[in-house]
């Protein structure tokens, strides 16, 4: 069996204009450049196949996937669990006073170190984000489709993907990658 899964973050919205923390407590709109981010990411997406794409209930990803899944013909199905990470405390601030607020966590959060039990006050850690998205990925080998669009956000898309040996990063809004389910194995194609 083989699947390949296109994981794409969710275009723009006025909080990541800002550099305001959205987490899984904040579901902002799209704004005019998201809308526009998500159609120009549909291009790129059109001559993979894709047959379905699963998505985050939170509006941005949603928004993102329906704009794509419109102009490729295909559903949108959701999945609550590809939402964004629960960032607890820091959800709502902007990033530098995460940064001021919470500087050991911070500094934790982007290491390269993979420190993978680091978590905000009343958030999840790493480890929770990235086995909540492994557990909807395991899921998703049961379903017909074999090219699937996935609309997830930033940390729960970076921390999943350090399963797979992606370096923590920051991503730009409707960042793209590519996963291959093949043989049992997992491979991130970059």
Known sequence: MRKEFYIFRHGETDYNKEARWQGCGLNAPLNKSGEIQAAALAEI???LGLE?????????????????A?????SVKVLPGLREACLGKAEGL???????????IWNEWYSAQNNMDVRFPGGES????????????????????NTIGIASHSASIRYFLMKFGHKPHKMPNTALFHLIYENGLWKLKE
């Open 45 to 47: 997406l059109r001559p």
């Open 126 to 145: 790493k480890q929770e984000v990235q086995e909540r998205m492994l557990g909807v990925f395991e899921s998703l080998l049961n379903t017909p489709e």
């Open 94 to 104: 902007l990033k530098n006073e995460v940064a001021t607020i919470y500087p050991e």
């Open 70 to 74: 419109g102009i490729l013909g295909v």
């Open 52 to 68: 379905v794409i699963y998505a985050s209930g939170l509006k941005r990803a949603l928004q993102t996937a329906e704009i794509v």
